[in-house]
């Protein structure tokens, strides 16, 4: 019998480093130390390090099974359980923990709504975009140019018409490059060369 043959079938994903690290200083760091040279982890953070360890792997059921193991989550975690299923493109399960995460009554922020709409342009769901719009304005977000660009992109890919995306972009206070070409993409999407051309015309006499 070879050696090849003892090895199990099973599929082992090992511990990341960073994980494995951590663990071993807070069992071996005595619990009072003055100018301790490494700051253990929480059980949070050491969680949410594997959720995300493992997303980028493509493991999505094992980084489910930790997030569903877990006692306690923060906001950083459940952004990184929505950011996880949207870079592998399971853009529904993205918007199924986005909800989830509403019912727990743990308030979003910037980095949660960034993820969530690039969940709803892959979903192609103008239900979806609406609600998502309408909590960035609960929560605060209108104003941040960063949630705002994401909303034109989302507009801009999924709506019939560029009238969402253009409203947008007429509100914002401040326009950086990403507004603009958010709005060319828009119109480039849907294949009107006239309207790029005139936001790329606009775009030049105000920088210039």
Same mark, same amino acid.
């Given at each position: 019998?070879?050696?090849?043959?003892?090895?199990?079938?099973?599929?082992?994903?090992? =511990?990341?480093?960073? =994980?494995?690290?951590?663990?071993?200083?807070?069992?071996?760091?005595?619990?009072?130390?003055?100018?301790?040279?490494?700051?253990?982890?929480?059980?949070?953070?050491? *969680?949410?390090?594997? =959720?995300?360890?493992?997303?980028?792997?493509?493991? +999505?059921?094992? %980084?489910? !099974? +930790? /997030?569903?193991?877990?006692?306690?989550?923060?906001?950083?975690?459940?952004? *990184?359980? =929505? $950011?996880?299923?949207?870079?592998?493109?399971?853009?529904?399960?993205?918007?199924? +923990? /986005?909800?989830?995460?509403?019912?727990?009554?743990?308030?979003?922020? %910037?980095?949660? /709504?960034?993820?969530?709409? !690039?969940?709803?342009?892959?979903?192609?769901?103008?239900?979806?975009?609406?609600?998502?719009?309408?909590?960035?304005?609960?929560?605060?977000?209108?104003?941040?140019?960063? @949630?705002?660009? $994401? &909303?034109?992109?989302?507009?801009?890919?999924?709506? @019939?018409?560029?009238?969402?995306?253009? !409203? @947008?972009?007429?509100?914002?206070?401040?326009?950086?490059?990403?507004?603009?070409?958010? &709005?060319?993409?828009?119109?480039?999407?849907?294949?009107?060369?006239?309207?790029?051309?005139?936001?790329?015309?606009?775009?030049?006499?105000?920088?210039?």
């Amino acid at each position: 019998m070879t050696s090849r043959k003892l090895l199990p079938r099973t599929h082992f994903n090992p =511990i990341p480093p960073i =994980i494995r690290n951590s663990l071993h200083c807070s069992q071996e760091q005595p619990a009072a130390q003055s100018n301790p040279p490494f700051f253990s982890k929480g059980p949070n953070l050491l *969680a949410t390090d594997l =959720i995300e360890s493992y997303f980028q792997k493509g493991s +999505v059921k094992e %980084a489910r !099974k +930790v /997030f569903d193991e877990m006692s306690e989550r923060d906001v950083v975690t459940w952004t *990184a359980m =929505i $950011a996880g299923y949207t870079s592998c493109s399971h853009h529904s399960s993205a918007w199924g +923990v /986005f909800c989830e995460m509403f019912r727990s009554d743990m308030e979003p922020n %910037a980095f949660t /709504f960034l993820s969530v709409l !690039k969940a709803c342009k892959g979903m192609d769901s103008l239900l979806c975009d609406a609600l998502v719009h309408g909590s960035t304005v609960k929560y605060g977000m209108k104003g941040s140019i960063y @949630v705002e660009n $994401a &909303l034109m992109d989302m507009y801009g890919a999924c709506c @019939v018409s560029m009238d969402d995306a253009c !409203k @947008v972009f007429s509100e914002l206070h401040e326009k950086n490059v990403v507004s603009w070409t958010s &709005l060319i993409t828009g119109y480039t999407h849907r294949g009107d060369g006239y309207g790029r051309l005139q936001v790329f015309r606009q775009m030049l006499l105000v920088s210039g």
